[in-house]
């Protein structure tokens, strides 16, 4: 059974850094991300990276600020999320699929439940 368990999200002040994490087991991938969704918005891709070899892509609007990564060893993600801004409030989706990159959130085949990102001004 596959299974993403998110974790680390919070309130935090505007400037400010959070960590997620995303704890994969149940099968391996060939890509894992990240979206986020904030209430009556689309849900936005932010981030993913290939499981092999590292490449990764990030949405425009937080390129320079998130990092994206993975511990092969461990199966998890995570998203370092630096200077952040209030509009970066969101429910963070970690999310997995068997392909490459893709943007959009109907190509990814695994969710997890999504880990609340609150930053306040």
């Known amino acids: 059974q596959v299974q993403l368990v998110e974790s680390g999200g919070g309130l935090v002040q505007a400037g400010g850094s959070l960590k997620l994490s995303c704890a994969a087991s149940?099968?391996?991938?060939?890509?894992m991300g990240w979206f986020r969704q904030a209430p009556g918005k689309e849900r936005e891709f932010v981030a993913a990276?290939?499981?092999?070899?590292?490449?990764?892509l990030y949405g425009n609007s937080v390129k320079g600020r998130f990092t994206i990564s993975r511990d092969n060893a461990k199966n998890t993600l995570y998203l370092q999320m630096n200077s952040l801004k209030p509009e970066d409030t969101a429910v963070y989706y970690c999310?997995?699929?068997?392909?490459?990159?893709?943007?959009?959130?109907?190509?990814?085949?695994?969710w997890g439940q999504g880990t609340q990102v609150t930053v306040s001004s």
């Open positions: 149940g099968r391996t991938f060939s890509t």
């Open positions: 999310a997995a699929r068997r392909s490459g990159i893709m943007v959009v959130a109907t190509e990814y085949d695994y």
């Open positions: 990276i290939r499981w092999n070899g590292g490449d990764t």
